[in-house]
Structures are given as structure tokens and as C-alpha cells.
DNA sequence: TAGGCCATCTGGTCCT
DNA sequence: AGGACCAGATGGCCTA
């Protein structure tokens, strides 16, 4: 009783909080939602929490009754969110009961409530009928579904996002710049898939090396100047990390080798074969090779290695003391690899501008180096690309 | 502090 | 009837 009561109280409270913060006209819809119905929730949750058929639903749904259980164990997916949810779901479901008033004629008559006297409304004869369809009164059981009803859909629309925000973030991972530390957010991550898409589109259509001012122009066109930052910033340190391959291959090294990028020590994997295996991840899109712009035109050699799939799943990782990659997970990629000298420069120019000597030297003081390390992609991601666009 | 980004709730609509 | 999808509203968090 005393639960439902306060709970009542907090949901007045948001409800009013609601309502300052919208329009006039929607904070007038709130204010008088919540004022005159308090008392109407109050019972409400009142017999909510104290009927126990009540509960199975909403438990099913959200775990709100763990939440009283202390059983932390019964919750459905996910999680340490779902405490936040649920308890959420409860506050919403009595604050906004009301409106789903409108919604609730589909409800059937069986409720077990003494709600008959709510048919009989216009029995007494006093008011003249009403045409149009018939508006029931709210009952409390009705009034029970419904909230049951608006809590499974909620639930229902917490899981579909986090499916979304999950494939998003699956998006971030294969396209030409990723960071755990530093997300995308969506629309960027959006907007650089498209042109991602759009430049490999292009490449297999030109079926040449294309040019790198041009393939950098098409990665970050639309794209804020803050994420433009962040693929250059890759874009450059791959180029920088192909130098030092480079220099790793004239040196005979091709399992692994040191090298600085701005003064950090990189392990330095070597590029996998085009064609060779998925190391271990089996989706086609994410693995721990990559393919860069050297491997997908054969300008590289062939680094099919053990050695070099035993480096899962970076390639060129940042050395942080002790701490494994997971733990700090200090993660960029870059697809597009492979150019020096002064296309690689005039690459860095385009977006950094041109500083002499040390043009591109400052990425760092634009991506924040400290969690960089390269994620790349397979090469068949170019395989694909070319049998769906020339089947 | 303003603006961007995000999670969540919510009601409407469409589909099965 | 119920679920999926969508868009608007809202508030929280973070950063410049």
C-alpha cells in the first residue's frame, strides 16, 4: 500500500517535470492528467501491487516484480538495465494511464470487476443518448490492461532499439574508422557507410586504384568536422602504418614488428592475403585481418601467416603496460592504406591543411591518439562487393 | 550554458 | 488482438 502510494507520488512528480518542459499546450494536457487522477493511480498501483495474478505479465516483460523479489536472476535479457527499465515502466505505466483511456474500447467486457455499472451509465435516463460509438468508462481492470499493455509495448520498444543501436554499432565496426572510445554516433556512422559504400561502388566500377584525395573527399563528404577529423586521422595513420610496413618488409619481418606512430610503440601485424581465411571471426565483415588498399590491389605480399592471424583481433595494438587490448580497448581502423609520399601528403593537406614538413604530424592534437589502435577489414568485403555489384 | 546526442516513453498506424 | 514500426516529446549526459 504504502509502495503504491509513494510510487504515485513519483509519478506525479514526472509527469509534472514533463509537462514544464513542453509546449504550453502539452504541459496544460499534463498538469491536468496528473492532478485529477492521482488519487485513481493511487488505487490503481495500490491493487497492482497487492494482487499477485497482477504480476506475471508485467514480470515477463520488464522483471518489475524482481525488483521486489530481490532476484536478480528471473531478469529476462539484459541485464543490469532492466532494473532501470522496469522500474521506469512501472513509474510511466501509472503516469500515464489516463491517456491511454481513448485506446481501451477494444477491451472486452470479461473483466472480473464490478465495472456493470458503467453499461448501465445511461440507464437512469436522466442524460439523452449519445450517438457515435459507445465510450465505456474505464474500469480498473480496464485500466489494469492497458497499463499491463503500454508496459509490454515499452519493453517491446526498448529491445527493438538496442537491436538497432546493436546493429549499429556492428555498422561501426566495419566501417573505415572505429573506435570503442570514441563512437560514431549514428547519423555519422550512417552517413560514412554510405559513402563508404558509395566509394567502393566506385572503385569496382573503375576497377583502378583510385585516387586518394578523391576516395578521402568521398568518405567524409556530408560528414561533420569532427568525424572528418577522426576518418583522416585513420586514414593517416594507416598511411603512416604502411610506411612503417613497409620498412618492416625491406627488413625481412614479416610476423611482427615494432614501430612508433607519434612516439607510441605499435605491434605492427602484417597484412593478410586477400584471399586468406577468416582467423576466427565468422562474420564477413568484421575480422581480425585487413584488407588494405595495397592487399585488395596486390601491391602486398602474401601475410597469410599463422603468425599473423594469431594476432586477433589487431593489428596494430598500443602497447598500454599491462592492460590487454580489451581492457583498453583503444581501437581505430582504417580500411584504406597503403599511400605515401605525396599523395599520402596531399591526403593529409586536404583535411588537416598543409604545415609544412609535419603536415599530418598533428593528428593527434585532432583524434586523441592515446586510444588508437587499427581495426581492418577483409578482403572479402571487396569479394562481396564486386559479385553483388556484377552478378 | 547552449547544443548535440542519446535513451526512453508514448500514441498512432499498419500488418499479420 | 497484438506486434512491429515510426515519429514526436522529454530529460539526462557530455562537451565546447
Redesign the pocket.
Known amino acids: 500500500m504504502g509502495a503504491g502510494i509513494t510510487a504515485v507520488a513519483g509519478d506525479a512528480q514526472?509527469g509534472?517535470?514533463?509537462?514544464?518542459?513542453?509546449?504550453d499546450g502539452?504541459?496544460e494536457t499534463?498538469l491536468t492528467q496528473t492532478s485529477g487522477e492521482l488519487e485513481q493511480r493511487g488505487v490503481m498501483l495500490t491493487r497492482l501491487f497487492s494482487d499477485p495474478s497482477l504480476l506475471p505479465d508485467v514480470q515477463k516483460y520488464?522483471g518489475w516484480a524482481n525488483d521486489s523479489e530481490g532476484d536478480e536472476s528471473k531478469i529476462k535479457d539484459e541485464d543490469a538495465?532492466a532494473q532501470?527499465?522496469?522500474?521506469?515502466?512501472l513509474?510511466?505505466?501509472?503516469?500515464?494511464?489516463?491517456?491511454?483511456a481513448?485506446?481501451d474500447d477494444?477491451?472486452?467486457d470479461d473483466d472480473d470487476e464490478p465495472e456493470e455499472d458503467e453499461d448501465g451509465e445511461n440507464a437512469d435516463g436522466d442524460r439523452p443518448k449519445k450517438r457515435g460509438p459507445k465510450k465505456r468508462k474505464m474500469t480498473q481492470a480496464r485500466i489494469e490492461?492497458s497499463r499491463l499493455?503500454?508496459?509490454?509495448?515499452?519493453?517491446?520498444?526498448?529491445?527493438?532499439?538496442?537491436?538497432?543501436?546493436s546493429a549499429?554499432d556492428n555498422l561501426r565496426k566495419v566501417v573505415p574508422c572505429y573506435s570503442k572510445t570514441q563512437?560514431?554516433?549514428?547519423?555519422?556512422?550512417l552517413r560514412l557507410a554510405k559513402n563508404y559504400i558509395w566509394a567502393l561502388s566506385e572503385i569496382l566500377r573503375s576497377g583502378k586504384r583510385p585516387d586518394l584525395v578523391a576516395y578521402v573527399q568521398t568518405l567524409c563528404k556530408g560528414l561533420?568536422q569532427?568525424?572528418t577529423n577522426l576518418v583522416a586521422g585513420c586514414l593517416q595513420l594507416n598511411s603512416r602504418n604502411f610506411l612503417t610496413e613497409q620498412q618492416c618488409q625491406d627488413g625481412g619481418r614479416y610476423a611482427s614488428g615494432s614501430f612508433s606512430v607519434h612516439s607510441y610503440p605499435y605491434q605492427c601485424a602484417r597484412l593478410p592475403s586477400p584471399h586468406c581465411a577468416p582467423a576466427s571471426n565468422s562474420h564477413p565483415l568484421r575480422t581480425h585481418g585487413y584488407c588494405s588498399y595495397d592487399s585488395l590491389y596486390g601491391a602486398s605480399p602474401e601475410y597469410n601467416s599463422p603468425e599473423y592471424e594469431a594476432l586477433s583481433p589487431p593489428l596494430c595494438v598500443k602497447h598500454t603496460g599491462s592492460a590487454s587490448p580489451e581492457e583498453k580497448p583503444y581501437h581505430y581502423s582504417m580500411h584504406y592504406s597503403g599511400l605515401t609520399g605525396p599523395r599520402a601528403t596531399s591526403a593529409h593537406n586536404l583535411v588537416f591543411g598543409s604545415s609544412g614538413p609535419r603536415a599530418g604530424i598533428h593528428t593527434e592534437n585532432v583524434v586523441p591518439y592515446h586510444d588508437v589502435h587499427l581495426h581492418h577489414e577483409r578482403a572479402p568485403v571487396y569479394d562481396e562487393l564486386n559479385a553483388f555489384f556484377h552478378n
Open positions: 514526472s509534472c517535470a514533463v509537462g514544464e518542459q513542453g509546449s502539452a504541459r499534463r520488464s538495465d532501470d527499465d522496469l522500474d521506469s515502466d513509474r510511466s505505466g501509472s503516469r500515464t494511464h489516463s491517456e491511454h481513448g485506446d477494444d477491451d472486452d490492461r499493455r503500454r508496459v509490454k509495448a515499452n519493453a517491446r520498444e526498448r529491445t527493438r532499439m538496442h537491436d538497432l543501436n549499429l563512437k560514431l554516433s549514428k547519423i555519422e556512422t561533420s569532427p568525424t
